[in-house]
């Protein structure tokens, strides 16, 4: 149903469910892959109804000129689906190329990624990718401790992560990169929460934020998925991770969101020259449970 609405009133056909980052919220959304081709990772429901495939690089192309007739004024593209960075360097050309022609005042196409996607292309290749379009990618690095990344089937690792990043980076493709809190319960809270902080402080992203882990299928569900011993962290536990992974950072100029919809406490700023200041707000939230900044559902979990 929902597809024949889009065709009613645009040249575009979604497979859902489609999902896209807060912050391409007025983006054209384009989906040159359908699922994740991992889909495997223990906390992640988003794809798995789905089985991973590229489409036809003429279709997305067809759908390109149709809507730049309608609007060529689009500034603002996103690459669906869960990782349309694995797409061959050959088929980004081509995609990015036919934006250009289609939005002549196109200034960012983003898409997300997944750090060996980045490492297998080159610097070449990378930096090619950079200066026909592609500004922006988001990566779920989810954690910087390889104990937990292996127990949760990220099927990446700290050094991974941080070597696709720094290529990324090298090649001018700006990161917004992604840490789930209470990812590994309370056993392994302390070191996903340090070693979160020493891989992000290796990458330096421009964005960086924290999401919490959620149970879409029931905590049982990922206890099942999660190959260790689960034990979840209650909310003090949560403010206490986040705590520690902010203090443990040392960046220089990253824009940091925690206001995802799974967050309870938003915090917002510039780590680092407001770290001080965001430890407070933690510090405080930790100290009087009934702040106004705490979200109230999860108020009643204190
Ligand atoms: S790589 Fe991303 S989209 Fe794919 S399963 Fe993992 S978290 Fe989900």
Same mark, same amino acid.
């Not at 060529?72 to 500034?75: A, E, F, G, V």
């Not at 690095?141 to 401790?145: A, H, L, T």
């Not at 969101?257 to 309870?264: E, G, I, L, Q, T």
């Given at each position: 149903m929902a597809n024949e609405k889009c065709r009613m009133y645009y040249p575009l056909t979604y497979e859902e469910p489609m999902f896209r980052p807060?912050? %391409? !919220?007025?983006s054209l959304i384009l989906q040159p892959t359908i699922g994740c081709s991992w889909n495997r990772c223990a906390f992640c429901e988003m794809y798995t109804t789905k089985k991973f495939r590229i489409r036809d690089v003429g279709e997305v192309k067809d759908e390109i000129r149709a809507i730049g007739d309608m609007q060529? $004024?689009?500034?603002k593209v996103f690459l669906a689906?869960?990782? !349309?960075?694995?797409?061959?360097v050959d088929y980004l050309m081509e995609l990015l190329s036919a934006l250009k022609k289609s939005f002549p005042k196109l200034n960012r196409v983003s898409a997300y990624a997944l750090p060996g996607e980045l490492i297998v292309k080159t610097d070449d290749e990378l930096k090619m990718i950079n200066e026909a379009g592609l500004k922006l990618i988001y990566v779920g690095? %989810?954690?910087? $401790?390889d104990e937990v990344l292996k127990l949760i089937n990220k099927g990446e690792t700290a050094a991974s992560s941080v070597e696709g990043l720094l290529k990324a980076t090298k090649a001018g493709i700006k990161s917004s990169v992604m840490i789930l809190s209470?990812?590994?319960?309370?056993?392994?809270s302390l070191q996903h929460a340090e070693n979160s902080a020493k891989v992000v402080n290796a990458i330096q992203p421009e964005y960086l934020s924290t999401l919490v882990l959620s149970y879409p299928h029931g905590m049982e569900h990922y206890k099942k998925r999660f190959k260790g011993d689960f034990e979840p962290c209650d909310i003090p536990d949560l403010l206490r991770e986040l705590k520690i992974f902010i203090g443990a950072t040392e960046l220089d100029q990253t824009v940091f969101?925690?206001?995802? !919809?799974?967050?309870?406490l938003i915090i917002k700023g510039n780590l680092g020259r407001e770290k001080e200041k965001m430890l407070a707000e933690i510090e405080h939230a930790l100290e009087n449970p009934g702040m106004a900044g705490l979200r109230p559902e999860w108020l009643r979990g204190l």
């Open positions: 807060p912050s %391409e !919220a007025r060529p $004024d689009i500034r689906d869960g990782n !349309a960075m694995v797409l061959p690095i %989810e954690s910087g $401790d209470g990812l590994g319960g309370k056993r392994y969101r925690s206001d995802h !919809a799974s967050n309870y």
